[in-house]
């Protein structure tokens, strides 16, 4: 059992940036691949990044291209998710989720075995 657990979300301003973590307990961490999901109120669960187990190949949806930025630290089994330029819109719950192999496109959350709880980013205007 891999245990997730995301941090770093709150309340801020349009245009602020923010960082959230994402701290595994699994083993030999950079074998796992990871993606970041975000779900607003009233909507379906969406994709917002990914990497990669290995060469941390990255992956992000295209509404956060140039904004957001995914990265791992593997020494502290921690993969983080650097947003900036925030907006309204971006306000939802963030979830991370893991899996040693992902088949196929890392954009589908059934690729994913296991997630953490979320963590809420409120962003006002």
């Known amino acids: 059992q891999v245990r997730l657990v995301e941090s770093g979300g709150k309340l801020v301003q349009a245009g602020d940036s923010l960082r959230l973590s994402c701290a595994s307990s699994?083993?030999?961490?950079?074998?796992?691949?990871t993606g970041w999901f975000r779900q607003a109120p009233g909507k379906e669960r969406e994709f917002v990044s990914a990497?990669?187990?290995?060469?941390?190949?990255?992956n992000y949806a295209d509404f956060v291209k140039g904004r957001f930025t995914i990265s791992r630290d593997n020494a502290k089994n921690t993969v983080y998710l650097q947003m900036n330029s925030l907006k309204p819109d971006d306000t939802a719950v963030y979830y991370c989720?893991?899996?040693?192999?992902?088949?196929?496109?890392?954009?589908?959350?059934?690729?994913?075995?296991?997630w953490g709880q979320g963590t809420q980013v409120t962003v006002s205007s």
């Open positions: 989720a893991s899996n040693l192999m992902i088949a196929g496109s890392d954009v589908k959350s059934g690729a994913y075995r296991y």
């Open positions: 699994a083993r030999a961490f950079s074998s796992w691949s």
């Open positions: 990497i990669r187990r290995g060469d941390g190949s990255v």
